[in-house]
C-alpha cells in the first residue's frame, strides 16, 4: 500500500529564509507525487507535481522539489520565504494505477514564518 | 480558471439526521472524488467515481455513505445517519487527468 511520511508536523523560518520540507513515500513502482498547500479555512490548492523526467520541478509561488528515487523523497524547497507562505504544506502521492486512482496524503507540515 | 466549488460552506446537523454535501465539478472533468480531513488529522480517501460508478472506495465509505451525479454538473455525497465521528471537512476534488483539482471544502458539525 502506498504511503506518505512528513517527519516535521511543524517548521517555523524566519521571511527571507530558505526553506525545506521534507516528504518520504512508499510505493511500489514510480509514483505521481504531489505537494498541495491549505491556508487557514481554505481548500487544497496544488504547488507541483512529478510524473515523470526532469527530477526537479518547478511549481508556482516560487517553491521547486526534487524527486529522489533513492531516498524515496519528493522535497519541496523555496529560496526565500514570504509571510504568505505561512500554510499547511502536505505531500501526496497517487499511483500510476488509472486516472481515478485516490491520492495519499501526508499528515502535513504547518510552516510558521516570523517577521 | 475554473474551480471546483463545494456548497454549503458549513453544514450543521444533528446526529442521527442524514445530510446531503453538494460539489460542482470543473465542467470537463471525467473523474470525481471525495476525501475528508477531520480536526488536526491528515486528509484521508473515501471514494472516487468514473463513468456513472463508484472506483474506488475505502473502508471509511461504509453503507451509511454514498455518493451520487444527479445531472451532468453536480456531484453529491450522503451520509445517511451522521455519527459523531462524521464531524470533518470534506472535500471535492476532480481531474481530467492528473492532478486533481480540490474544492474549498465543507465543514460538516455534527451535533
Known amino acids: 500500500a502506498q504511503s506518505v511520511t512528513q517527519p516535521d508536523i511543524h517548521i517555523t523560518v524566519s521571511e527571507g529564509a530558505s526553506l525545506e520540507l521534507r516528504c518520504n513515500y512508499s510505493?511500489?513502482?514510480?509514483?505521481?507525487l504531489f505537494w498541495y498547500v491549505q491556508s487557514p479555512g481554505q481548500g487544497l490548492q496544488l504547488l507541483l507535481k512529478?510524473?515523470?523526467?526532469?527530477?526537479l520541478v518547478q511549481g508556482i509561488k516560487g517553491f521547486e522539489a526534487e524527486f529522489k528515487r533513492s531516498q524515496s523523497s519528493f522535497n519541496l524547497r523555496k529560496p526565500s520565504v514570504h509571510w504568505s507562505d505561512a500554510a499547511e504544506y502536505f505531500c501526496?502521492?497517487?499511483?500510476?494505477?488509472?486516472?481515478?486512482?485516490?491520492?495519499?496524503f501526508g499528515t502535513g507540515t504547518r510552516l510558521q514564518v516570523t517577521l | 480558471e475554473p474551480e471546483v466549488t463545494q456548497t454549503p460552506s458549513h453544514q450543521v446537523t444533528q446526529m442521527g439526521q442524514e445530510v446531503i454535501l453538494r460539489c460542482v465539478p470543473i465542467?470537463?472533468?471525467?473523474?470525481f472524488y471525495w476525501y475528508r480531513q477531520i480536526l488536526g488529522q491528515k486528509v484521508e480517501f473515501l471514494v472516487s467515481?468514473?463513468?456513472?460508478?463508484?472506483?474506488?472506495k475505502s473502508e471509511i465509505f461504509d453503507d451509511q455513505f454514498s455518493v451520487e451525479r444527479p445531472d451532468g454538473s453536480n456531484f453529491t455525497l450522503k451520509i445517511r445517519s451522521t455519527k459523531l465521528e462524521d464531524s470533518a471537512m470534506y472535500f471535492c476534488?476532480?481531474?481530467?487527468?492528473?492532478?486533481?483539482?480540490f474544492g474549498d471544502g465543507t465543514r460538516l458539525s455534527i451535533l
Open positions: 476534488a476532480s481531474t481530467l487527468e492528473r492532478p486533481q483539482h
Open positions: 467515481f468514473y463513468n456513472n460508478e463508484i472506483s474506488e
Open positions: 465542467s470537463n472533468h471525467l473523474y
Open positions: 501526496a502521492v497517487g499511483s500510476l494505477g488509472g486516472t481515478a486512482s485516490k491520492l495519499t
Open positions: 512529478y510524473f515523470s523526467g526532469d527530477t
Open positions: 510505493y511500489g513502482a514510480t509514483p505521481y
